[in-house]
């Protein structure tokens, strides 16, 4: 079956722009989470979602916002961007919160 | 609060040998999952052993097994028979709020990851 699927692979923006980020789960997966991965900080909760609903938000600023369609299939946003925000971008998804996670291979952003 | 610690930044092996990847955890919630996932240099983060906090038994998958000690709050990953593929960063997570998709505090917590490389 089809993993996680992340599109796109990567992406160089600058500074100030906005960018969308997109996430497929596997079928049938409901829960679909956001984590950002830099040699800093390493790997960080964004948000959570589960049926088209946010359940759970990390501690990152507005700027990052995302959304589940019916399909499970999410995105995530990222408004004004800033350097600090290279890094790259995962997404897992999960048919149960809590249990069995698959990650996709992930986006990964520069910021010039 | 929620932590997972890995004080192994970095780690060699020698092929054929086997190696042990040192995770500890705190909670204070009963129920929770720690999960072990390599990420080669390609990006993607593969899921290789889960434990629950009540399994009583250590899991095992092929050539990897979770050295559970509960008391400790160690998770530690064994790899036997290390081959060349395995060079990767490891890391250990910890998934609070087990199962349960009403509770909106549930969130994977990863250590720092350990980098094994693996010696011909």
Aim: net charge positive; glycine share 10%; with cysteine.
């Amino acid at each position: 079956k089809a993993g996680v699927t992340q599109t796109p692979r990567y992406l160089i923006k600058t500074r100030g722009q906005q960018v969308t980020l997109s996430c497929s789960p596997i079928s049938g997966h409901r829960s679909v989470s956001w984590y950002q991965q830099t040699p800093g900080q390493g790997l960080q909760f964004l948000f959570e979602y589960f049926s088209e609903t946010q359940r759970n938000k990390g501690n990152f600023p507005g700027r990052f916002s995302g959304r589940q369609f019916s399909n499970s299939r999410s995105e995530m946003n990222v408004s004004t961007l800033e350097l600090g925000d290279s890094a790259l971008y995962l997404c897992a998804s999960s048919f149960i919160v809590g249990y069995g996670y698959t990650f996709g291979s992930g986006t990964r952003l520069t910021v010039v | 609060a929620q932590k997972i610690t890995q004080t192994q930044p970095g780690m060699f092996v020698q092929e054929k040998e086997a190696v042990t990847l040192d995770c500890t955890y705190d909670t204070s919630d009963p129920s929770y999952g720690l999960f072990w996932y390599k990420q080669p240099s390609s990006g993607e983060m593969i899921f290789l052993i889960y434990q629950g906090s009540y399994d009583q038994q250590n899991a095992t998958e092929g050539r990897y097994s979770l050295n559970f000690q509960k008391a400790r709050k160690s998770a530690n990953l064994v790899i036997s028979a290390s081959q060349l593929g395995d060079s990767a960063m490891y890391f250990c997570a910890m998934f609070v709020g087990f199962k349960s998709s009403s509770n909106t505090g549930n969130q994977f917590y990863f250590g720092t990851g350990t980098s094994l490389t693996v010696i011909p």
